[in-house]
């Protein structure tokens, strides 16, 4: 088992519903969506890091990255989580290490990132200059209408239950798995002035009115590590 440790400057989670029988076709057989009033829940998490070393490590020797990773809420035989499709980071170590060092493969990508206040702006372009994902948000107290979550501690909950994350490996029938851990676990909603998703938006995957926008939650200044969990073999999924 690995772990890292450091600081989570933010965490913004934009979330869609999801017509589960579209996003059973992009699933892996071991795991299914996990469902919210019949709606499967995906999206991407854009996490912006400090502080970052081997446990046990100064804070000092710490790295700091921004990273994104796009993700659907599943259920399997070991429990829930969420099975990452694709991630993306500013960070060369992350890009060069992943896989090997820690779980996950990344691509480089270009992060536009702007705090002002409760106000925040990103935007992730791949090396060709082509538009990942974007979202202009504000801190607020409120989810949106419309939401399939009640209560910003129902959609708290529904993401502390599935704090695994798996993604597959490469010519494999293995997922590798990392686990986010931290003693304070508060989530706050943000109200989103306007946000984009390449992968959500590909009408090729997700037929017109297969996927809409749900909400967006965001996680500040949290003391965390990512621990990596044994490789887990499809068939025992």
Excluded at 19 to 41: C, R, T
Excluded at 209 to 236: P, Q, T, Y
């Amino acid at each position: 088992m690995k772990e890292v440790t450091g600081i989570i400057d933010h965490r913004i989670l934009l979330n869609f519903r999801i017509d589960p029988e579209v996003m059973k076709k992009y699933l892996p057989s071991a795991f299914k969506p996990k469902l919210v009033q019949g709606n499967a829940i995906g999206g991407i998490c854009q996490v912006s890091l400090s502080e970052m070393r081997a446990k046990g490590m100064p804070s000092i020797l710490g790295t700091g990255s921004h990273n994104a990773a796009h993700r659907i809420a599943v259920d399997s035989s070991q429990g829930e989580g969420v099975y990452v499709t694709r991630r993306d980071t500013s960070s060369w170590l992350n890009t060069m290490s992943g896989g090997r060092v820690f779980p996950g493969v990344y691509s480089k990508a270009n992060f536009d990132i702007s705090v002002s206040g409760d106000l925040y702006s990103v935007k992730i372009e791949n090396n060709k200059n082509n538009l990942i994902m974007s979202i202009h948000a504000e801190l607020v107290s409120f989810l949106p209408e419309g939401s399939v979550f009640k209560s910003t501690e129902e959609v708290s909950k529904f993401f502390k239950t599935g704090n695994i994350g798996w993604s597959s490996r490469s010519q494999s029938d293995q997922f590798d798995a990392i686990e986010l851990t931290t003693d304070e676990w508060k989530m706050e909603p943000l109200k989103v002035h306007e946000c984009f998703s390449a992968y959500f938006s590909n009408t090729s995957m997700f037929p017109k009115g297969s996927v809409e926008f749900d909400s967006a939650m965001i996680m500040r200044n949290l003391k965390h590590s990512w621990v990596s969990r044994d490789h887990l073999c499809e068939l025992c999924c």
